[in-house]
């Protein structure tokens, strides 16, 4: 036999235990969704935040004048750090492409710069057809050695960026890509 107590409201009217019952059942289920949204709250907190921001994407093809010179993209983000971490960029890719990139802080050229919160880097990478001449000035040919991680994107009008944040692999995506004028070099 099962003891059940049965409520009575101040005007005398009763519960019946049955109804009571549903009601205590409710009280745990209320209790649940409670713990579960206090729970899961803070895992917005939890989820990676972009640690760099693209302010504008573009390409633009090129020609060169002589015959055997090549021709290919060449791709220019424009990008500003948010954190205040240490952060490495190594591949882009375009159309399934991985491509290196190179960084240029200011107006330099450097491999291995040091990027602070705030700053404004280029991120630039090309895609070169055979026959391409050297330019004199331009990176190293190390520095357009192929991306040290292996992924495969392939997202028409998108570019994806791969770098490490305090040693950990980030994936930011960025497009749309906004195309310049072809360049017809001499």
């Given at each position: 036999?099962?003891?059940?107590?049965?409520?009575?409201?101040?005007t005398?009217?009763?519960?019946?235990?049955?109804?009571?019952?549903?009601?205590?059942?409710?009280?745990?289920?209320?209790?649940?969704?409670y713990?579960?949204l206090?729970?899961?709250?803070?895992m917005a907190?939890?989820?990676?935040?972009?640690?760099?921001r693209?302010?504008?994407?573009?390409s633009?093809?090129w020609?060169?004048?002589?015959?055997?010179?090549?021709?290919?993209?060449?791709?220019?983000?424009?990008?500003?750090?948010?954190?205040n971490?240490?952060?490495?960029?190594d591949?882009?890719?375009?159309?399934?492409?991985a491509?290196?990139?190179?960084?240029?802080?200011?107006a330099?050229?450097?491999?291995?710069?040091?990027?602070?919160?705030h700053?404004?880097v280029i991120?630039?990478?090309?895609?070169e057809?055979?026959g391409?001449?050297?330019?004199?000035?331009?990176?190293?040919?190390?520095a357009?050695?192929?991306?040290?991680?292996?992924?495969?994107f392939?997202?028409p009008?998108?570019?994806?960026?791969?770098?490490?944040?305090?040693n950990?692999?980030q994936?930011y995506?960025a497009?749309p890509?906004r195309?310049?004028?072809?360049e017809?070099?001499?």
């Amino acid at each position: 036999m099962r003891l059940c107590l049965t409520p009575v409201f101040p005007t005398g009217e009763r519960i019946s235990p049955s109804c009571y019952e549903n009601s205590f059942r409710m009280k745990y289920i209320w209790k649940l969704i409670y713990f579960l949204l206090v729970a899961f709250s803070g895992m917005a907190f939890m989820l990676p935040h972009p640690m760099i921001r693209v302010l504008d994407a573009t390409s633009q093809t090129w020609t060169a004048g002589i015959a055997g010179g090549g021709s290919g993209i060449n791709y220019a983000l424009k990008v500003v750090i948010l954190k205040n971490k240490k952060i490495t960029f190594d591949s882009a890719w375009v159309n399934g492409q991985a491509f290196k990139i190179q960084v240029i802080k200011g107006a330099v050229y450097n491999p291995n710069p040091v990027l602070n919160q705030h700053d404004t880097v280029i991120l630039r990478f090309s895609d070169e057809h055979p026959g391409r001449i050297p330019v004199p000035g331009e990176a190293p040919a190390q520095a357009m050695a192929k991306p040290t991680v292996k992924q495969n994107f392939n997202v028409p009008g998108k570019i994806f960026i791969s770098y490490f944040a305090n040693n950990r692999k980030q994936i930011y995506t960025a497009g749309p890509i906004r195309k310049l004028e072809p360049e017809n070099r001499p």
